[in-house]
């Protein structure tokens, strides 16, 4: 289910992201490992002070003891800074409660809730949550095809989501602008496909620099594409944000 939940918030394409995650139980412990492993910055609010101190010292990560429904608390962690908050406690009401919370007051972009009971999951959306996932649904790889940044998108989702076509965007704030490709390390499974410069088309070669405006198409698996991300300091660009679209 983790890895599910992780493609909904990222579907745009993400390289870090600031993810809260409600509920700190089994499904939340590893939503959040995974989250690490893939170099976004999740922190987590429960309301048991035994998962607390587990998360605490299991994982590198800010652990928030208190109720995820509740504003005050939210607010203590600094919501407004997230992209997404996913709430996968065990009580679907919590989740919705939480949800709309982060969408409402906090500006939250992205919402996911998990769904306990699969006839709720229709109703949540009608209410306001943006993504609904089943407790067999991967929770890590939907987070992480649903957040949006400007500077990374994904074009096209392959091979059942675990492979995508990602445009990459160079900013002014690339650490690598003006550099050449093959002065930049590029991992095995990643393929510069293109790179599109004031709407000509170019074939990528070794000498093709990368400059401020020009976008740039890779072809990589999800694993490959976030070891890109970092050889190449993507998050930059937007700290703490990032995106895949699906």
Partial sequence: MCRSLLCSVNRKGSAFMRVCIVGGGKVGYYLAKTLLEHGHTPMVIELSSELCCHLADSLDLHVILGDGTVAEVLESAHLET???MVAVTGRDENNLVACQLAKKVFGVKRTVARVNNPKNAEILK??????????TDNLSRIIER????????????LASGT?????IIIEESFPHNGQTLAELPVPGDVVVISVTRDGQLLIPRG???LITGDRVL????????HELALAWDLSAFHPGKGARRG
Avoid: M, P
């Fill in 146 to 157: 649903e957040v949006e940044t400007a500077a990374i998108q994904q074009v096209l989702s």
């Fill in 207 to 209: 000498s093709t620099t």
């Fill in 163 to 167: 492979a995508s076509l990602t445009e």
């Fill in 126 to 135: 009608q209410l306001g949550v943006d993504i609904a996932v089943s407790a």
């Fill in 218 to 225: 890779v072809l990589a698996k999800n694993t490959a594409f």
């Fill in 82 to 84: 997230c992209e997404a």
